[in-house]
């Protein structure tokens, strides 16, 4: 998985010491318009992938709290067809990864799962929901992929654009911002824009 070596500390104690405003899982529903803005005014297509980021507490009530999430998803599947994975990576965060060619509902399955996190009094072990696009424009030969970063410790978006496994498309970033700006609530410190790089080119950062 590719969490750079510093995410510990800025999805952590620091993000949540310097929140500006609590964090709503609501929010995630932003991204039900916003898709469609980055589908037919900037050439960013949905992939059909979007995941939850979370860390664990080493305790049953932690457990049945995320199995529930599960259950909900898994129940909601029977309707929507969202398939869903369950991954813990290298360092040690766990995921929650769906998959819909309807961007619709997994804007709604994330929602689900934040929403039970949340109300099980876990809300503090929410980090990150990413939603995937990739550039269908022409303007990079590799198709490459683009992110709308919700963070939970922050309450706001950042777009997240991976050059390879090491490095960032910042001008491709603030184009993303600028244009999303108003219909997204999206940070405005540019340093919580936290680098959720993938660990192999390519790929996702969840991968």
Sequence with gaps: MGLFDGLREV??????????RKADPDDLFGMSTAYVTMEAELGYEAVGEAALCFSEVDSADFSDAVEEVHEILEV?????????????????YSWVILRDSDFEDLVTSLNFAADTLMERGYGSRLLAALFGFRDTSGRQQDGRYAYWVYSFR??????????????????????LES????????????????????????????E
Excluded: C, M
């Design 154 to 175: 922050r309450g706001a978006y950042y777009p997240l654009v991976p050059k390879g496994t090491n490095d960032r498309d910042s001008s491709a970033e603030f184009k």
């Design 11 to 20: 999805l952590g104690i620091r993000a949540e010491t310097d929140a500006t």
């Design 179 to 206: 244009k999303l700006d108003g219909e997204l609530d999206i940070e405005n410190d540019k340093e919580y824009w936290y680098a959720l790089l993938p660990s192999t080119s390519g790929k996702h950062p969840w």
């Design 76 to 92: 909601g599947a029977e309707e929507t067809g969202t398939e869903t994975e369950a991954h813990t990576d290298d360092y040690g």
